[in-house]
């Protein structure tokens, strides 16, 4: 398992930026320093993710990393 | 022996007591509702209780894999994916508060899990799995939305469990009833509405719930209806549902 913080654009005016960090104590504190840094940033957002890959924070967080139209796309397959 | 947490110390390893966690919440709720801003301090405070969360998080992550690799003899894992959130963030814990004049100390989502699975079988599957698993934590599903779905559309089934005296939520949810989920997540996201709590234009929520039924229908087997389903989402959220609103 990895963790992976995820910095957001809740605009979409920006790709996320993910960053993998393999210490979870290590993750806990640059996730409570992020959230500090973006207090009253209404636009952006960071969020600590666990998982195997980052493909699979993908599949099921895919609001972070997908509009609308491509969340649909993807289940029309 | 002190620990630091990002800006955060917690002394002695000892988390804060329920009645001081419940005393900030409640003083947090109070000033989000006078307009104002919660204090320095009930604001540290919140992010120790959330750090104090994040050890059984991942004691939780390995136990729901281990117990689903291990189940993986009897019934097919295969697109089984789990995903771990250690900490709910501020705001949504600060939003909880006020929306459900809760009780800090009682929130037991802090920490939480998301398991995403390819069809209501395998849906099932887990879910006996995760409440084996858990028989000696409390297990109690709070939440079974699979059939019906609540009133707003969302399909999914949320158990809770208590690990070391921490709560933290599990969330089960098939790829489709995940799109419905992600797409109001999405859609909150880019148009400032809070359409996963009810909140935002009657007609976007009036599609959503439209939207939810036909993915159900598909979901129990309706193979006429995956065309029908898509022409409802393309019609829907290609057409941008703020704009049809106006």
């Known amino acids: 398992m990895s963790n992976f913080l995820v910095f957001y654009s809740r605009k979409r005016?920006?790709?996320?930026?993910?960053e993998r960090v393999d210490d979870s104590d290590e993750a806990v504190r640059r996730l409570l320093d992020a959230e500090r840094k973006l207090a009253g940033d209404p636009l952006h957002g960071v969020v600590l993710l666990v998982a195997e890959d980052e493909a699979d924070l993908r599949r099921t967080h895919s609001h972070y990393f997908s509009s609308v139209e491509e969340l649909v796309r993807q289940a029309a397959g | 022996m002190p620990w630091e947490v990002g800006h955060v110390w917690l002394v002695g390893d000892k988390?804060?007591?329920?009645?001081?966690?419940?005393?900030?919440?409640?003083?947090?709720?109070?000033?989000?509702?006078r307009g104002e801003a919660p204090t320095a301090a009930d604001l540290r405070l919140l992010d120790v209780y959330r750090a104090w969360h994040s050890p059984i998080h991942y004691q939780l992550q390995l136990r729901v894999?281990?117990?689903?690799?291990?189940?993986?003899?009897?019934?097919?894992?295969?697109?089984?994916?789990?995903?771990?959130?250690?900490?709910?963030?501020?705001?949504?814990?600060?939003?909880?508060?006020?929306?459900?004049?809760?009780?800090?100390?009682r929130i037991q989502d802090?920490?939480?899990a998301r398991i995403v699975v390819p069809n209501l079988e395998a849906q099932e599957a887990v879910?006996?799995?995760v409440l084996d698993e858990f028989l000696d934590?409390?297990?109690t599903i709070v939440k079974d939305a699979r059939a019906e779905g609540d009133e707003l559309g969302y399909r999914g089934v949320h158990?809770?469990?208590?690990?070391?005296?921490?709560?933290?939520?599990?969330?089960?949810?098939?790829?489709?009833q995940g799109?419905?989920?992600?797409?109001?997540?999405?859609?909150?996201e880019d148009q400032g509405t809070d359409l996963k709590h009810g909140s935002g234009p009657e007609a976007t929520l009036k599609w959503l719930k439209e939207f939810s039924q036909r993915l159900t229908s598909v979901e129990y087997g309706d193979k006429a209806d995956v065309r029908t389903m898509l022409e409802t989402a393309l019609a829907i959220f290609l057409v941008r549902p703020k704009d049809t609103d106006e």
């Open chain 2, 159 to 176: 158990v809770v469990v208590l690990i070391e005296g921490r709560y933290a939520e599990i969330q089960i949810r098939t790829g489709l």
């Open chain 2, 137 to 139: 934590g409390e297990a």
């Open chain 2, 65 to 105: 894999g281990s117990a689903i690799a291990d189940a993986g003899e009897s019934f097919d894992m295969a697109g089984v994916t789990v995903v771990g959130r250690p900490l709910k963030t501020p705001e949504a814990i600060i939003a909880k508060l006020v929306r459900e004049r809760g009780r800090l100390n």
């Open chain 1, 13 to 18: 005016q920006e790709a996320p930026r993910v």
């Open chain 2, 15 to 33: 988390p804060p007591t329920p009645s001081q966690v419940k005393r900030a919440g409640d003083r947090i709720r109070r000033a989000v509702e």
């Open chain 2, 110 to 112: 802090i920490a939480g």
């Open chain 2, 179 to 188: 799109l419905w989920a992600q797409i109001v997540e999405r859609l909150d």
């Open chain 2, 127 to 129: 879910l006996r799995v």
